[in-house]
């Protein structure tokens, strides 16, 4: 009995089978493309998906017929398809709808659809009540697109740009000078049967309307898109978001209404298959508008994004990627720095000063020559008993020399400036530490807030897609409005923390160009920082952190790093010259006073005249020109008690000095061990923050699948998504963030291997091993 019933349904389910028919349908086309196969495939599939097992779906190669833009040739295609095998007749395009639309009798199921400005449609366009006829068109609105493109750009002459059928069989030429005139801009029609008819027609216009281009390929847009970004030309694209992926400045018209335009389609070619009559069927789908910007292309042309239509927008390019004046890689950033930066310049003016001063001290050694003139008029009676002593009226002049031979306290000071310089330049050489560091954190912190930018961005993008599901649910009764609304509050709040993000990263690149001495509103971009590759491949910053995260090594290798930064701060240095000139000091005001000063005076004088009453001399003449010589030697024997006091306070100070020294000292070990242990931590950091992205992007998709579904609420859909927001965030600073950690312990070391040659390097790595050697 089982094997009866079994023959029956298999003899039942043969028979149904063989009842199942099978249509072909043929696709008329304007012109066709590589990316009109794609579409067209995707349209196949829609309709094989939709009507399902209610019958064999057919797609013949030979079936797809092409007019390219011939009115002629659209009709013969059409009659083509009615004398072979086809079922189904699919046409696009406005040659094929301004042919097929005017013939009036359908003697197989005939399905037009296209898009169709608002401004284009009249009582005719739509069809309906003809049997065996469907026309399926969704409206745009050449009117919204150009106040989108106002708004972006604010332009005065657009240039249209438009498939020279669509002059020929629609009147754009009328229907864009009523445009031009509502919105007060001059329209410029551009018509194209090529590329090259619109790339050389760019002249005397503020921007770009692509009103058609529809079939241009995606190597055909992009370079339309690059010739309109060289020109710095605002673009607007009528077609779907993929120009605008493909370098076109902006769209209004998203991927969503070409997938609501091929469900239409498909349900329609089911009603055909269901036997429904077509003559109903004429549809007008409503578009509705979601502004698309290429990010990209907007900055490559200088056009600043206004902020009141970031809520609203959806961004396409990369964030992080920018058009700059001068892009900086961390290297060339830590070498501009040492050169242009003012407050080093500042620094290497004290250095200059106090070589004057060493200068100035040296000069105590240098002979002091005066030269004076004297007139001098004496009462004539005591002039005349002053037997030639001093005569009535006298001119002479003298030139005196003083020179010191030998003086401690010279020979001091002397050595004391010397220390002061060299102490100064050991000042300049930390600050130039610590400016190259402060323009490596600058460098990491704008790649951060570069990252930071990008991710927010995704993030908004990501609560939009959310916004869509919960009206989708909402639409369809499987939640309430308050999802909806709540993911309103979100999108605003991520479009704000946006525009932060943006303006944060401003604000990184004038802290950057303020350390470079760029004028700050420079345009500047920072290359991408990733172990392995580039500069970082070559210093092995990776194999540090390697080399510390083993605990065998980490102990020896860290008092190695202690010794090394001993050595080269130029803060203990500082010190130490300060020591030496307060130990000089304290020298001079000890056994130094006991030494004398010595110094050579002489003197030459000349008597230019003398004239009336005692001007003779009774024992002969007296001479014109004499010298004096004089040696001078002086020892201080007490001083009111001031050398004393000053010895004391020279002790003090050297006291002072000694103790700072080893607090100094003390500070670089621990800040040496703390770089360590941070270094370790980011090590770790790194590994573990690529599993929390790639588990937070995994659940978040999981959330997503099964809030749709209904399966959980929105508060689980939000905490899936800040998780994923979290886990980018950390992942994308991970590098970044254990690279300046190594640059502080750099800075701790007093040197930075980035600036570096390898020469340097070598002794670096030759000195630790010895120092494990001989610390066995």
Known sequence: MKKHILIVMLMVAAFAFSQTKTYQVGFLLDNNSAEIETLLYELSNEISTVVGEDAIIEFPV???????????????????????????????????????????????????????????????????????????????????????????????TVGVVLEKAFTDNLPIAETFSKIGLALDLEIRLITFESLDDITSNLDDIDAVYLAGGFYF?????????????????????????????????????????????????ALTVESVVNGNDLSSLSTKLESKSNLTVNYNTADRIGLPLKYSLIATTSFVGNPKEIVADKTYTLVSVMQEVITENLELQTRERDISLTQKEVQFA???????????????????????????????????GNVTLEQT?????????????????????????????????????????????????????????????????????????????????????????????????????????????????????????????????????????????????????????????????????????????????????????????????????????????????????????????????????????????????NKQIASIQKEQLEVSKENIELSIEKKINDSVLDLINQISNIELSKVFEETAKEALDLTQTSYANGAVNIVQLLDAQNNYLQAQQASANATYNYLQVSMQLERSLGLFFLLQDESEREDFIQRFLEFTQNND
Request: aromatic content about 10%.
């Open 405 to 645: 031979l030998f003086s401690e306290a010279v020979n001091a000071n002397i050595s004391i400036q010397k220390s002061l310089r060299d102490a100064q330049q050991e000042n300049y050489n930390s600050e130039t530490l610590n400016t190259v560091f402060n323009a490596a954190t600058a460098y990491f912190t704008a790649l951060i807030l570069k990252a930071n930018l990008s991710i927010q961005n995704q993030n908004l993008e990501l609560t939009k897609y959310n916004l869509k599901i919960a009206t989708e649910n909402y639409e369809a009764g499987q939640s309430g409005k308050s999802d909806v609304l709540r993911f309103k509050s979100e999108k605003a709040q991520n479009t704000q923390q946006m525009v932060e993000a943006i303006n944060q990263l401003e604000q990184g690149y004038y802290t950057l160009n303020q350390l470079l001495n760029n004028p700050i509103d420079t345009k500047i971009d920072v290359e991408e920082a990733e172990l392995q590759k580039g500069v970082f491949s070559n210093y092995k910053y990776e194999q540090l952190g390697q080399f510390l995260d083993d605990p065998k090594l980490r102990q020896p290798f860290v008092k190695f790093l202690v010794q090394e930064a001993l050595v080269n701060a130029p803060e203990l240095k500082v010190l130490d010259f300060n020591l030496k000139a307060t130990e000089r000091s304290e020298r001079l005001f000890g056994a130094g006073r006991f030494l004398p000063t010595v110094a050579l005076q002489a003197q030459y004088n000349y008597e230019f005249s003398r004239v009336g009453a005692g001007t003779d001399f009774i024992f002969g003449d007296f001479p014109q020109g004499y010298y004096t010589v004089g040696l001078n030697v002086s020892l201080p024997i007490f001083n009111q008690n001031k050398q004393n006091i």
């Open 362 to 396: 040296k000069s105590d050694y240098l002979p002091n020559v005066t030269a004076g003139a004297t007139g001098t008029y004496l009462d004539p009676e005591l002039a005349a008993v002053s037997n030639g002593q001093n005569p009535e009226l006298v001119t002479s």
């Open 217 to 265: 390929s995606d190597d055909e847009i992009k370079e339309l898109a690059n010739v309109l970004i060289e020109k710095k030309l605002p673009s607007f694209s009528a077609n779907p978001v993929k120009d605008v992926m493909n370098g076109i400045l902006a769209t209004n018209h998203d991927q969503s209404q070409l997938n609501q335009f091929f469900r239409r389609i």
């Open 62 to 156: 030979a079936n797809t017929l092409v007019n390219n833009f011939d009115s002629a040739g659209a009709l013969s295609n059409y009659n083509t398809l009615l004398q072979n095998e086809t079922d189904i007749i699919i046409a696009f395009g406005v040659i094929n709808n301004a042919v097929i639309s005017k013939i009036g009798t359908y003697e197989k199921p005939t399905i037009l659809f296209g898009a169709l400005s608002e401004e284009l449609i009249t009582d005719e366009t739509i069809v309906s009540n003809i049997e065996n006829y469907t026309s399926i068109i969704t409206s745009q609105s050449y009117t919204e697109d150009l106040k989108f493109l106002k708004k972006l750009s604010n332009p005065k």
